[in-house]
């Protein structure tokens, strides 16, 4: 059972509109979660690490939300520009140990123009 | 700073052949991992490394074999290439924090088809 959801798997929205992507994770206790962004073709690079003081962040216009109540977070695009079409990857709590991470299977986002 | 850099980039294996996939690093991260990545799954770890000559399973390392003999170098071992085992293949670095907030580096990936 794959401890980290997201929602939706594939989002289509047009060049300027803010869209919202979610995820929902059961891995417990929380210490940090993060949100990393996938070009085709290449690796993931990290967009935002939360810990859980924190219930909210930003990186220009990205901004990540966390609930650790809900055990809930959310990457929010803001004017969104056709360089943001990527998969979207939520990756929870480490799990026995700091360096074993759980990814969730991504939102793939699509911009056009 | 090249970062985490990956060869090669494609490769094709009959099965039961037999590869090693290259991984460097010029961080001087302390620790590395190996991920492999599915259609529509999440990133899987396969092992990892906290330090040279120190290598440990994760979730899925069947089939798969590491070493660490450098800080920079984490190579990953396929022995007798499945058709399973057909996925992309992602190296990465990082060090290691207490509090846990360390940012790991991906490399490029390697796309192996096991035919």
């Known amino acids: 059972k794959n401890q980290v959801e997201q929602s939706p798997q594939s989002l289509i929205i047009l060049e300027g509109k803010n869209c919202t992507l979610q995820?929902?994770?059961?891995?417990?206790?929380?210490?940090?979660l993060r949100w990393y962004k996938q070009d085709t073709g290449r690796g993931p690079v990290s967009l935002t690490i939360?810990?859980?003081?924190?219930n909210t962040k930003s990186n220009g216009r990205y901004t990540a939300t966390l609930d650790a109540d809900t055990k809930q977070s959310s990457l929010h695009i803001t004017a969104s520009q056709l360089s943001d079409s990527a998969s979207y990857i939520c990756?929870?709590?480490?799990?026995?140990?700091?360096?074993?991470?759980?990814f969730g299977a991504g939102t793939r986002l699509a911009v056009h123009p | 700073n090249a970062g985490v850099t990956q060869t090669p980039k494609f490769r094709i294996l009959k099965i039961g052949q037999s590869m090693t996939l290259q991984c460097t690093q010029d961080?001087?991260?302390?620790?590395m991992y190996w991920y492999r990545q599915d259609p529509g799954m999440g990133l899987k770890l396969i092992y990892y490394?906290?330090?040279?000559?120190?290598?440990d399973k994760g979730e899925v390392p069947n089939g798969y074999n590491v070493s660490r003999s450098t800080t920079e170098d984490f190579p990953l071992r396929l022995e007798l290439a499945a058709p399973s085992q057909t996925s992309v293949y992602f190296c990465?670095?990082?060090?290691?924090?207490?509090?846990?907030?360390?940012?790991?580096?991906f490399g490029p990936g390697t796309r192996l088809t096991v035919t």
């Open positions: 990465a670095s990082s060090y290691s924090l207490s509090s846990g907030t360390y940012e790991q580096y």
């Open positions: 995820c929902n994770y059961t891995v417990s206790p929380f210490s940090n």
């Open positions: 939360m810990t859980f003081s924190e």
């Open positions: 990756v929870g709590p480490p799990r026995g140990g700091y360096n074993k991470l759980i």
């Open positions: 961080m001087n991260h302390n620790y």
């Open positions: 490394s906290v330090g040279a000559g120190i290598t």
